[in-house]
C-alpha cells in the first residue's frame, strides 16, 4: 500500500466504487483533486501513488495534472486566483480588471503575495463569458467563482480570505 492510498484509504475506495474495475483510471481526476486538496498542489510521490493505484503510467497522470487548469504540481500559494482573459472577456474589460488585481497583490501573472497565500493566474475560459470580468479561486478543498467583478469587489473577496487565514492562525496559537 502506498502513503498516498494509506492516508486516504476510505476516500480512495469510496472513489474507485463510483467506476466498474476495468474502467479505474477514470477515477484519475477525483484522485488528483483529493490528492491536491491539502496541499493545493500535487507533490511528485502523489503523482506515482496515484498512477500506481489506477495502474497507470506517471507520465499519464502527468498528462491530466499538465492539461488541467485545476491541477498543480508545484506548491504555490494558499489560494489560487484565476482570472479569466480569453478575448469574450476582454471585450468586457477582463484584462484592466486582471492588471488591477496584480497591482493591489503586489505581484504579476503568476506571482505570489509575499505571504504565501495568492497566486494569481490568467486562464483562458472560466464559461462565464457574459458575466466578465470573472474568476475563480481554488483553495481550502474549494472551489468558488465570481461573476460581473469589479476590482473593488474583487478585492472585498481577497480581503475576506485574508481575514480567514489569519482567524485560523490566531486559533492555532490559542491552541498551542
Not at 486516504?8 to 481526476?29: F, G, N
Not at 502523489?46 to 502527468?62: G, K, P, W
Not at 509575499?114 to 472560466?126: A, M, N, Q, R
Amino acid at each position: 500500500m502506498n502513503a498516498f492510498h494509506a492516508k486516504y484509504q476510505t476516500e480512495i475506495e469510496q472513489i474507485l466504487a463510483k467506476y466498474p474495475p476495468e474502467r479505474k483510471r477514470s477515477a484519475v481526476m477525483p484522485l488528483l483533486f483529493l490528492a491536491q486538496r491539502d496541499d493545493n498542489y500535487i507533490s511528485p510521490n502523489e503523482l506515482a501513488d496515484i498512477a500506481e493505484i489506477l495502474e497507470m503510467s506517471v507520465t499519464d497522470v502527468a498528462s491530466v495534472v499538465g492539461f488541467y487548469t485545476l491541477f498543480y504540481d508545484q506548491h504555490e500559494g494558499r489560494y489560487r486566483i484565476q482570472v479569466c482573459t480569453d478575448l469574450p472577456c476582454a471585450l468586457r474589460g477582463a484584462e484592466t480588471f486582471f492588471e488591477a488585481l496584480c497591482k493591489e497583490l503586489g505581484v504579476s501573472s503568476g506571482g505570489t503575495t509575499p505571504d504565501g497565500l495568492f497566486t494569481i493566474e490568467e486562464v483562458k475560459c472560466l464559461a462565464a463569458c457574459h458575466r466578465a470580468p470573472v474568476f475563480q479561486v481554488q483553495g481550502d478543498g474549494e472551489i468558488a467563482y465570481y461573476e460581473n467583478q469589479t476590482a473593488e469587489t474583487a478585492l472585498q473577496v481577497i480581503a475576506a480570505l485574508r481575514e480567514k487565514a489569519v482567524q485560523e492562525a490566531r486559533s492555532r496559537e490559542g491552541a498551542a
